[in-house]
């Protein structure tokens, strides 16, 4: 890790060593940014969900970092390492889970896993045995049945945490998912949220999750980054967030039967207004922080609006 | 161990699985049995017409030039269509994710196409010889002849199937770029009658690609000497075969790796989504 020791100015400060760092990233497809200059750090062990509507950038952010497309501008380590010039060792550290559609149709699912682990074998480190136990692993993503069918025959939720098993196999110290429950049921769902906190407290994998599902974020992250219209907006575990960005709760209460809502950012102070002027009066009291969700389309709104006026005035 | 051995071995595994997959596939024998029966008429509609100034039967000169031709084909259109369709399907994807993947999936496909190549020119043999018994007159340097044509042959077509793969938008682009031409130097290279029944230069143009040498090659491993004759300035010619498919080889191969390089380094996650829209829209 000497690489990152270098660089005093990014250094850890308290939890694990940082395992990505994003500085100014911008990625230009001809004159339209898609992403225009994203900061962010993930470290060690942290599971970190990207949030953002379709055509934020996430995959485009997620795609960079797994060294499968070359940015326009701005710094990127991830590992200690720049992705664009990432060799086979570093390859060898990290996991992508990628949104299979029909390869290797005819492969058995054990064989495929055996195969595509077999390139992890030299990668083997006296702390990270590579690669994963294939029989194992089979069982942790739930396919042991499935084991010695062929791909074409599986479901589309069983390829899918194939998928994830393929991702897992090197045993990879940071995991990419992307959109990673798309088109699964709600039990394959919660089975993939188990799954995702069992890698990050028995393996000390860190993860990297994009989802447009805010549940899904609110699930499993330690911590949520909003992007919308290219930049990250937002950042902080999802009640952070709720607090910090939207501010105000809601408070709703009656007086001689007839109802109020009054939004505000000091709850408890103005609830003690209410009770010294009213007194017994104050019935049916509720107070209601703003949701993750309300956060979220506040922040997505705003940001869209902002994209939408500047391509207006241009 | 030493990466590049641990890594040549499992290309070499995944090369034998794959063509394990492709042998015991119905879709894909169904394929082959098709294409040697084709190809077993033809002999049999040519048996009984013999070659012009001579007592050969057509189709002993038929069989020996479809066997180079198949290896022609196989090379272009079967390295092309592979590439395009798994480049579309998510397979180099996968293999760019693991590490060196990707030269594991290239090994694994230049071993089975090999292989499946070689399945095929046998089938066609066998069938081709229950047909034509005279053919077996060819002895053990005949079989030397064919094995390094065919071999030459497969070098230098594979790598230009690979570089058109590589650079095609879709699969259909692969299949119609490659086999188009295909049978357009099928069809004046002396395939499937000789060639010089046609016009000077269309022999000329015919003898810059390498099917004309596949079939003249294979041609003279398996017909008695006396056929030289037919052939232009009646001679086999082998040291320009080999010269011929040798220059094909060695330019394919200084062309192939950069060409697959940056397609490599194009492919994502992104592209190939996009290719899975255009695909389900061909497909509806």
């Known amino acids: 890790m000497t690489v990152l020791d270098k660089r005093g100015a990014f250094a850890p400060d308290g939890a694990g060593d940082p395992v990505i760092e994003v500085r100014g990233l911008r990625m230009r497809y001809g004159s339209r940014d898609a992403l225009s200059g994203v900061d962010f750090t993930v470290r060690r062990g942290e599971v970190i969900t990207l949030l953002g509507p379709n055509g934020a950038g996430k995959s485009t952010t997620i795609e960079i970092l797994e060294g499968f497309r070359l940015r326009s501008a701005g710094e990127v380590w991830v590992l200690g390492v720049d992705p664009a010039k990432g060799d086979e060792r570093w390859r060898a550290r990290i996991g992508v889970v990628l949104q299979s559609w029909r390869d290797h149709g005819r492969w058995r699912v054990r064989d495929l896993l055996a195969h595509l682990g077999s390139y992890y074998r030299p990668y083997a480190t006296p702390e990270r045995e590579r690669p994963h136990d294939v029989d194992e692993l089979i069982e942790t993503v739930g396919l042991a049945e499935q084991a010695e069918q062929r791909l074409v025959s599986l479901s589309g939720g069983q390829r899918r945490r194939l998928d994830v098993a393929i991702g897992l196999v090197g045993r990879p110290e940071l995991l990419f998912l992307d959109e990673p429950t798309a088109g699964f049921d709600p039990q394959a769902r919660r089975d993939f949220h188990d799954l995702v906190h069992r890698l990050s407290d028995l393996e000390d994998t860190t993860i990297l999750l994009a989802t447009h599902d805010l549940a899904e974020a609110e699930q499993l992250a330690d911590r949520i980054l909003i992007l919308a219209a290219g930049l990250v907006v937002a950042d902080g575990s999802a009640d952070q967030l709720a607090r910090q960005v939207a501010g105000q709760a809601e408070v709703r209460w009656s007086r001689h039967g007839e109802r109020f809502v009054h939004a505000t950012p000091d709850a408890t102070g103005f609830v003690r207004e209410l009770f010294a002027q009213y007194g017994d009066e104050v019935a049916d009291l509720e107070v209601r922080r703003a949701s993750l969700e309300d956060t979220y389309m506040a922040i997505a709104h705003r940001h869209e609006r902002a994209e939408l006026e500047a391509v207006s005035a241009r | ?284």
């Open chain 2, 1 to 284: 161990m030493r990466p590049a051995v641990h890594t040549a071995r499992l290309g070499l595994a995944r090369g034998w699985t794959e063509t394990r997959h492709s042998l015991t596939s119905p879709q894909d024998l169904g394929w082959n049995v098709f294409v040697v029966t084709v190809f077993v008429v033809v002999l049999l509609l040519q048996r009984n017409a013999k070659v012009d100034g001579s007592t050969l039967p057509l189709a002993m000169l038929t069989l020996p030039s479809i066997l180079g031709m198949w290896v022609a084909v196989a090379g272009y259109s079967g390295a092309a269509g592979t590439l395009a369709a798994e480049r579309e399907d998510g397979t180099l994807l996968r293999a760019k994710a693991v590490p060196q993947g990707m030269v594991g999936y290239l090994v694994g496909r230049i071993v089975s196409l090999s292989l499946i190549t070689l399945f095929m020119l046998v089938i066609i043999l066998v069938a081709g010889l229950l047909l034509l018994p005279d053919l077996a007159t060819a002895g053990g340097s005949g079989w030397l002849v064919l094995l390094w044509v065919a071999a030459l042959g497969l070098l230098a077509t594979l790598p230009w199937g690979a570089v058109i793969g590589s650079l095609v938008r879709s699969p259909n682009s692969a299949f119609g770029l490659t086999m188009l031409p295909l049978i357009a130097l099928t069809a004046i290279s002396g395939i499937f009658y000789p060639i010089s029944a046609l016009p000077g230069w269309v022999q000329e143009v015919a003898q810059v690609f390498p099917i004309y040498w596949l079939g003249l090659g294979i041609r003279s491993a398996l017909l008695p000497d006396a056929a030289a004759v037919l052939e232009i300035s009646g001679s086999w010619r082998h040291l320009e075969t080999a010269l011929v498919l040798g220059s094909w080889a060695v330019a394919g191969l200084l062309i192939a790796p950069p060409v697959l390089r940056r397609m490599a380094r194009r492919e994502s996650g992104s592209a190939m989504e996009v290719r899975r829209q255009q695909h389900l829209q061909r497909t509806p």
